[in-house]
């Protein structure tokens, strides 16, 4: 908390001082953002529905059951849901503990987090365009050997 307190007053500060040196600028970069954001915000809004949806709708006790147990089957389930889901870390976090509290172990949402945020399935078309097929698929297959393995290393460091 007080480190969260410690950065909004920094970008504070920060932005006051950009707008003294040239408030042109700022005015634009803010109009920039603000934009931005308000483009965000549906899409945004839908994935906290479905999540908040996901998880009223499944039972804590079906949570637990597939991801509480550390099963080599919930592992690789919730990791593969990871690699081909989208969400931004902002959101990604909350879920990850929502997860934790309806009964997933810490290794499951540990393997969950670390794809979603190193595998790239649906961003995949985007890539090869950019950089290859080869590359996107040996980026994303290492990622995702890599995030189980962080995964699993951060299970039993945390459990």
């Not at 700022?26 to 949806?53: D, E, H, V, Y």
């Not at 550390?70 to 990604?92: C, D, K, R």
């Not at 649906?122 to 980026?139: C, H, L, Q, S």
Request: net charge positive; proline share 4%; hydrophobic share 60%.
């Amino acid at each position: 908390m007080f480190f969260n307190v410690i950065l909004y007053l920094l970008a504070a500060a920060a932005l006051c001082i950009s707008f003294r040196r040239d408030r042109q600028k700022t005015k634009k970069a803010l109009a920039i953002a603000w934009n931005s954001f308000r483009n965000l915000i549906p899409s945004m809004l839908g994935i906290i529905g479905l999540i908040g949806l996901m998880l009223a709708l499944v039972p804590r006790e079906v949570i637990a059951g597939f991801f509480g147990n550390n099963s080599p089957a919930g592992i690789l389930l919730i990791s593969l849901a990871g690699a081909v889901t989208l969400m931004p870390a902002f959101i990604a976090f909350p879920l990850a503990a929502s997860l934790l509290q309806s009964g997933a172990s810490v290794m499951a949402v540990a393997c969950f987090i670390t794809t979603l945020l190193m595998v790239g399935i649906i961003t995949a078309p985007m890539e090869v365009n950019f950089f290859g097929k080869k590359f996107t698929f040996w980026r994303n297959a290492i990622g995702f050997v890599l995030a189980l393995v962080i995964g699993g290393v951060m299970g039993v460091i945390l459990q």
